[in-house]
């Protein structure tokens, strides 16, 4: 493989690798946030925020870490063929299965594009009592599309690699959790 692909697996897969470890201690700030909106419910008034801000943390929490657990090999599979299947016909099939989830993930980026754009230039707000504004969670969602979208092409480059003999699947950041090249299909 060229190296310039080499170093995009390298960069793609340490940013999705770092960025996944970090959005995994959203788990906490939602269950803070959940926790103040039961308590605050029991012995005060209701908070409007809590319920619409744990939706948010979820969203943030769901889309930001896609791309870490596609590069983990976490994303659910029914393995009833694929399981039998030889390591190089997954990987063939793997190969032309993430062309598909590209395409999707083109789509649902110019979607996310459209909408985050129409959210900052009109100041779109939300239409719950709390009325946050909606740009936020929509940049949020735009940039974890994005993510999934590079490490699919990162999946798709190590599955062509792994065809051709050559293994870029090291775990980057020296982890052994990470870099299962084209486990993870949706």
């Known amino acids: ?16 690798l770092w960025i996944g470890r970090c959005v995994m201690l959203l788990v906490f700030a939602m269950m803070g946030v959940l926790l ?7 012995f005060f008034l209701p908070s409007l925020w809590t319920l619409e801000m744990a ?7 769901f889309l930001l870490g896609g ?5 983990l090999g976490a994303h659910v599979r029914m393995d009833l063929l694929y399981g039998a299947w030889s390591d190089r016909t997954k990987t063939w ?3 032309f299965t ?12 110019y979607g996310a594009y459209s909408s985050t754009s129409y959210a900052l230039e009109y100041g779109e707000r939300s239409y719950s009592a709390w009325r946050p504004y909606m740009a936020p969670i929509k ?12 490490q699919a092409f990162s999946t798709l480059i190590k599955d062509i ?7 870029l699947t090291a775990p980057p950041g020296g982890g052994s959790d990470s870099g299962q090249s084209g486990e993870a299909r949706a």
Request: no cysteine; proline share 1%; aromatic share 12%.
């Open 1 to 16: 493989m060229p190296k310039a692909l080499k170093t995009y697996v390298r960069v793609v897969d340490g940013v999705n």
């Open 93 to 95: 099939v793997d190969a």
């Open 36 to 42: 103040w909106s039961s308590i605050s419910k029991t």
């Open 67 to 71: 791309a870490y657990s596609m590069q």
């Open 55 to 61: 939706q948010f943390l979820m969203v943030a929490y």
């Open 161 to 167: 690699a792994k065809l051709r003999g050559e293994d």
């Open 98 to 109: 993430v062309v598909f989830l590209i395409f999707y993930l083109v789509l649902l980026l």
């Open 139 to 150: 940049l949020v969602m735009s940039l974890g599309i994005l993510l999934m979208l590079l």
